[in-house]
T-cell receptor, first 114, second 112 residues
Framework: KAGVTQTPRYLIKTRGQQVTLSCSPI?????VSWYQQTPGQGLQFLFE???????NKGNFPGRFSGRQFSNSRSEMNVSTLELGDSALYLC?????????????FGPGTRLTVT | QKEVEQNSGPLSVPEGAIASLNCTYS??????FFWYRQYSGKSPELIMS????GDKEDGRFTAQLNKASQYVSLLIRDSQPSDSATYLC????????????FGKGTLLTVNP
């Protein structure tokens, strides 16, 4: 069974631009969570989607948004990029929603904002 | 307030030894606990999950959970150089609507 896939793997953007990242979960998994990982803050939860609905949200500004499609694929968008948005963005899929179940991570998208 | 705390390390052990990684959490209502391994430049990989008090063994790995003391640990027996990585503890916290909260990880180095 294929794992979680994320595209693109690397991105370089300029301050003020926006970016869209994509995540395809493991086949049969309907829950997708997004995380930001930085050396200083570690892994931080962004949001979780299940059945095309956002179920949970972390403490990030409204510039960070996401959505999920009927095939469970998910996208996240960051608008008006700031230098501090440079990070590894990870998505994780799970059979059922809620952080209480095993989540499997994709390879991540490395975003660099200059 | 630190929600999930881990010693950042580095923790250095000789090959063949037992590596012991510890994690404490603040939310007494936490129900689910996970250990992830992350190699440098890679994404986290789930290695253990534990939901009830006691020990859970999987190969060379043993997870231990003590909800009364609010700690969870991971033991790695017969440590190998390939075990050198950052180990992340993750806890589902009732107080945060059951989102998964990660510690900052412990860097483990296994010396040949």
């Amino acid at each position: 069974k294929a794992g979680v896939t994320q595209t693109p793997r690397y991105l370089i953007k300029t301050r003020g631009q926006q970016v869209t990242l994509s995540c395809s979960p493991i086949s049969g998994h309907r829950s997708v969570s997004w995380y930001q990982q930085t050396p200083g803050q570690g892994l931080q939860f962004l949001f979780e989607y299940f059945s095309e609905t956002q179920r949970n949200k972390g403490n990030f500004p409204g510039r960070f948004s996401g959505r999920q499609f009927s095939n469970s694929r998910s996208e996240m968008n960051v608008s008006t990029l700031e230098l501090g948005d440079s990070a590894l963005y990870l998505c994780a899929s799970s059979l059922v929603p809620g952080g209480g179940y095993e989540q499997y991570f994709g390879p991540g998208t490395r975003l660099t904002v200059t | 307030q630190k929600e999930v705390e881990q010693n950042s390390g580095p923790l250095s052990v000789p090959e063949g030894a037992i590596a012991s990684l510890n994690c404490t959490y603040s939310d007494r209502g936490s129900q689910s606990f996970f250990w992830y391994r992350q190699y440098s430049g890679k994404s986290p990989e789930l290695i253990m999950s534990i939901y009830s008090n006691g020990d859970k063994e999987d190969g060379r790995f043993t997870a231990q959970l003590n909800k009364a003391s609010q700690y969870v640990s991971l033991l790695i027996r017969d440590s190998q150089p390939s075990d050198s990585a950052t180990y992340l503890c993750a806890v589902t916290m009732e107080g945060s609507n059951y989102k998964l909260t990660f510690g900052k990880g412990t860097l483990l180095t296994v010396n040949p």
